[in-house]
């Protein structure tokens, strides 16, 4: 009688556990159908590529981590000094993560980027609606800007 409650919550996180893992994958292949990408195959780290179907495509890639520190997380490289369409390619793709307007998503990755760019160091944004963080290459001034919502 007392293995029974070890044994019934044992069952219910594992009919649980493939659930996530599932919705995950689930929510790459919403992304990149709703953004022109392909979703890559789940990696042993738990991520999962979303890349541009063609060469003559731009291909900014991006990355959505199952099991990121904020929960499911979409990062991004930039190009070197990125421009207005990859900070659009930002707000399109991070709005269907998070559920937050694309211009809203796009002005947050300009300013945390910024941000960060200024202080040399990472910088975490402090919008409600979602997480942001990014870091900036000296050295090239690449952006790698990881996104979750809440």
Do not use: H
Not at 60 to 77: D, H, I, S, V
Not at 86 to 105: D, E, H, M, N, Y
């Amino acid at each position: 009688m007392r293995y029974r409650l070890p044994m019934i919550a044992l069952s219910f996180l594992a009919c649980v556990a493939p659930a996530r893992a599932d919705d995950c994958e689930a929510k790459a292949v919403e992304i990149a159908d709703k953004i022109g990408l392909d979703a890559g195959e789940r990696t042993s780290s738990g991520s999962i590529a979303l890349s541009a179907r063609n060469e003559g495509e731009d291909d900014y890639g991006a990355y959505l981590l199952c099991k990121g520190a904020l929960g499911t997380t979409l990062r991004y490289l930039s190009p070197p000094s990125p421009g207005q369409k990859w900070f659009q390619f930002v707000g399109r793709s991070g709005a269907v993560l998070t559920g937050v307007k694309p211009s809203s998503i796009e002005l947050g990755a300009q300013n945390c980027v910024e941000n960060a760019r200024l202080r040399k160091t990472s910088f975490r944004s402090p919008g409600s609606a979602f997480q942001m963080q990014c870091t900036v290459s000296r050295n090239d001034d690449r952006a790698e800007l990881s996104l979750a919502g809440r």
